[in-house]
């Protein structure tokens, strides 16, 4: 008789693996294929006037991710914040534009911690474990695994403006999409037809005429933050790319042509 137990339970561990496989499949499909609810999209056309836009079709994809993203991942409030159903959307909408016309997707990222503003985190943050923005304080972290965690202020008012260049919840999720690669370097997964000899010669040229820009003391379009390093300019850049499309078009068409087709989206032409 114990001959027949261990097959028999080998087998119904199968078959339950299966079951939770489909049936999680399912799941995906079916959020990815809901919308938001009325009040819903008004709080995200409200704290995200960059969603409006973005051409319909779009829209629809943009809303089936942030129900994907809502159901996969915990928001958790620091230092008495009370995460609330604004901030979860604001949050998960700008996650989800750099991704809203791509068959990528955060996958290992379950957390966002949330601290009411600026902070400091009075730990070790090793180089090859996070990428972080600090401006005399933190404004947001975003780990290789995950968690992300963000200035609520900084992440309700990078999102409030559209076209200021200035977006720490798209910057630390440009992060998160550059570390699917297995490494945060400014070297993402490009689509397939996409040639890493192009995107190293735009990239590094922009980078470069980015940090000889700062050195002259002249203007720079993408935020001077990127001149940190190639990581940093890679996560300033796809924001600028959302905030300032047409500049970033006309002054950098070799790097803006490379975000366009990583994206599969033309910022420049959306209304």
């Given at each position: 008789?114990?001959?027949?137990?261990?097959?028999?339970?080998?087998?119904?561990?199968?078959?339950?693996?299966?079951?939770r496989?489909?049936?999680?499949?399912?799941?995906?499909?079916t959020?990815?294929a809901?919308?938001?609810?009325a009040?819903?999209?008004?709080i995200?056309e409200?704290?995200?006037?960059l969603?409006?836009?973005?051409p319909?079709?779009?829209?629809?994809?943009?809303?089936?991710?942030v129900?994907?993203?809502?159901?996969?991942?915990?928001?958790?409030?620091i230092?008495?914040?009370?995460?609330?159903?604004?901030?979860?959307?604001?949050?998960?909408?700008q996650?989800?534009l750099l991704i809203?016309?791509?068959?990528?997707?955060y996958?290992?990222?379950?957390?966002?911690?949330v601290y009411?503003?600026a902070?400091?985190?009075g730990?070790?943050t090793p180089d090859?474990a996070?990428?972080?923005?600090?401006?005399?304080?933190?404004?947001g972290?975003?780990w290789?695994?995950?968690p992300?965690?963000?200035?609520?202020?900084?992440?309700?008012?990078?999102?409030?403006?559209?076209?200021?260049?200035?977006?720490v919840?798209?910057?630390?999720?440009?992060?998160?999409?550059d570390?699917?690669?297995?490494?945060?370097?400014?070297?993402?997964?490009?689509?397939?037809?996409q040639?890493?000899?192009?995107?190293?010669?735009a990239?590094l040229?922009?980078?470069?005429?980015?940090?000889?820009?700062l050195?002259n003391?002249?203007?720079?379009?993408?935020?001077?933050?990127?001149?940190?390093n190639?990581?940093?300019?890679?996560a300033?850049?796809?924001?600028?790319?959302?905030?300032r499309?047409?500049?970033?078009?006309?002054?950098?068409p070799?790097?803006?042509?490379?975000l366009?087709q990583?994206?599969?989206?033309?910022?420049?032409?959306?209304?």
């Amino acid at each position: 008789m114990t001959s027949w137990i261990v097959p028999g339970a080998l087998l119904l561990i199968a078959g339950l693996a299966a079951f939770r496989w489909v049936w999680r499949r399912q799941k995906r499909k079916t959020l990815l294929a809901t919308p938001l609810g009325a009040e819903q999209r008004e709080i995200v056309e409200r704290l995200v006037p960059l969603v409006k836009r973005l051409p319909e079709p779009l829209r629809a994809s943009l809303e089936g991710k942030v129900n994907l993203l809502l159901d996969q991942v915990t928001f958790r409030g620091i230092n008495g914040v009370e995460v609330t159903e604004e901030m979860r959307l604001s949050i998960a909408a700008q996650a989800c534009l750099l991704i809203v016309n791509s068959p990528v997707w955060y996958d290992t990222l379950r957390n966002i911690l949330v601290y009411p503003a600026a902070f400091l985190t009075g730990r070790g943050t090793p180089d090859d474990a996070v990428v972080h923005e600090t401006h005399h304080a933190t404004l947001g972290e975003s780990w290789a695994h995950g968690p992300v965690v963000l200035s609520w202020d900084d992440a309700l008012y990078g999102g409030l403006d559209a076209s200021d260049g200035h977006n720490v919840v798209i910057h630390e999720f440009a992060h998160q999409l550059d570390g699917l690669s297995g490494h945060v370097n400014g070297i993402p997964i490009l689509r397939k037809g996409q040639r890493y000899a192009k995107w190293e010669q735009a990239m590094l040229e922009a980078y470069d005429d980015h940090v000889e820009r700062l050195e002259n003391s002249e203007r720079t379009l993408i935020d001077p933050y990127g001149a940190t390093n190639h990581q940093e300019f890679f996560a300033e850049a796809i924001v600028t790319f959302f905030e300032r499309p047409k500049a970033l078009r006309s002054e950098e068409p070799a790097l803006y042509a490379q975000l366009k087709q990583l994206l599969a989206i033309d910022p420049a032409l959306w209304h």
